[in-house]
């Protein structure tokens, strides 16, 4: 087969491992970087070309697009879609989880257990949010935040009113949600392929720090999963839509809760604490899917 890895830098442990996994599978394998790439949008026969050469003939995509460049990434992957190529994760479906917002709405309407959510325009509503949330403490998010960046963590209703005025007074959309203190500062990263959980970990934030992102210096460790949780990290990747994801839960008295649903989840710290061969079976979802399934969406935008 003939993959192709969106990937804006081929030296990251994610995009080696992925073209390690194609090679050693025997399949040809390209590293594209979407933002180098121009498409010719036609209804005859739609084109992209990389670095003055035509994208052609390719079985299978691999999207890694980072969170910044969402809009144009997923532009460059929509055209693989329209030119009959099998994305292991769609447009549609990467947009939709990338946005952090309608992904908590989509996952609520089906009865997902997560935190108590809260999302305003105006200043003087901030009382009345944090009351629906259930009051201090608080989290406090950047809907376009990743990796950690742009999370608050108000201690006190003074503090969060504080925090979420000066956000507002950026014009920085932003979601507030109650403070799951029994999670200890810890979640589990559920590593989802097709309809199956994996693999599974267990970040743990620094001393000092809530967040549990490997980023921020966080902590991975192996850890077994309950069948709830397993259940619910497979239906939180099916309502996004993601072939391949990275669901994150919080362990709280309710039961699982899902924090994030990832489109792009990092293969460095699962492969490390579990030992799995990660990349190998995002390969393997490949082979077995690729000439089967087809894309789904084509022609819905």
């Given at each position: 087969m003939k993959i192709g890895i969106l990937s804006r830098n081929r030296s990251l442990y994610s995009t080696k491992r992925l073209i390690e996994a194609c090679q050693s599978?025997?399949?040809?394998?390209?590293?594209?970087?979407?933002?180098?790439?121009?498409?010719?949008?036609?209804?005859?026969?739609?084109?992209?070309?990389?670095k003055g050469e035509e994208l052609k003939d390719f079985d299978a995509i691999v999207p890694r697009i980072g969170a910044s460049v969402t809009f144009y990434g997923t532009a460059v992957l929509r055209q693989f879609e329209m030119m009959g190529v099998y994305p292991v994760n769609e447009s549609v479906a990467i947009t939709r989880s990338r946005d952090k917002l309608r992904s908590m709405q989509l996952l609520s309407r089906k009865g997902i257990g997560m935190p108590i959510t809260g999302f305003a325009s105006k200043p003087d509503d901030i009382k009345d949010l944090l009351e629906m949330v259930g009051g201090a403490p608080v989290v406090i998010k950047?809907?376009?935040?990743?990796?950690?960046?742009?999370?608050?963590?108000?201690?006190?209703?003074?503090?969060?009113?504080?925090?979420?005025?000066?956000?507002?007074?950026?014009?920085?959309?932003?979601?507030?949600?109650?403070?799951?203190?029994?999670?200890?500062?810890?979640?589990?990263?559920?590593?989802?392929?097709?309809?199956?959980?994996?693999?599974?970990?267990?970040?743990?934030?620094?001393?000092?720090?809530f967040r549990s992102n490997l980023h921020r210096g966080g902590t991975a460790s192996l850890v077994r999963i309950?069948?709830?949780?397993?259940?619910?990290?497979?239906?939180?990747?099916?309502?996004?839509?993601?072939?391949?994801?990275?669901?994150?839960?919080?362990?709280?008295?309710?039961?699982?809760?899902?924090?994030?649903?990832?489109?792009?989840?990092?293969?460095?710290?699962?492969?490390?604490?579990?030992?799995?061969?990660?990349?190998?079976?995002?390969?393997?979802f490949i082979e077995k899917n690729a000439s089967v399934k087809g894309v789904r969406t084509r022609g819905r935008g």
């Amino acid at each position: 087969m003939k993959i192709g890895i969106l990937s804006r830098n081929r030296s990251l442990y994610s995009t080696k491992r992925l073209i390690e996994a194609c090679q050693s599978r025997g399949h040809e394998v390209k590293v594209i970087d979407a933002l180098r790439c121009y498409m010719n949008i036609n209804s005859e026969q739609p084109e992209i070309h990389f670095k003055g050469e035509e994208l052609k003939d390719f079985d299978a995509i691999v999207p890694r697009i980072g969170a910044s460049v969402t809009f144009y990434g997923t532009a460059v992957l929509r055209q693989f879609e329209m030119m009959g190529v099998y994305p292991v994760n769609e447009s549609v479906a990467i947009t939709r989880s990338r946005d952090k917002l309608r992904s908590m709405q989509l996952l609520s309407r089906k009865g997902i257990g997560m935190p108590i959510t809260g999302f305003a325009s105006k200043p003087d509503d901030i009382k009345d949010l944090l009351e629906m949330v259930g009051g201090a403490p608080v989290v406090i998010k950047l809907l376009e935040g990743t990796q950690g960046i742009g999370v608050v963590l108000a201690e006190t209703r003074k503090a969060a009113e504080s925090v979420v005025e000066a956000f507002m007074g950026l014009k920085a959309n932003i979601m507030v949600q109650e403070y799951i203190k029994e999670a200890g500062g810890a979640d589990i990263r559920c590593f989802v392929i097709g309809d199956k959980v994996i693999a599974a970990m267990k970040r743990q934030a620094g001393e000092g720090e809530f967040r549990s992102n490997l980023h921020r210096g966080g902590t991975a460790s192996l850890v077994r999963i309950t069948p709830e949780e397993r259940k619910t990290a497979v239906a939180a990747a099916k309502i996004m839509g993601l072939n391949v994801a990275g669901v994150d839960l919080l362990r709280s008295s309710r039961g699982p809760l899902v924090m994030e649903v990832n489109s792009s989840p990092g293969l460095e710290g699962i492969e490390a604490a579990t030992g799995k061969d990660v990349a190998g079976m995002i390969v393997e979802f490949i082979e077995k899917n690729a000439s089967v399934k087809g894309v789904r969406t084509r022609g819905r935008g």
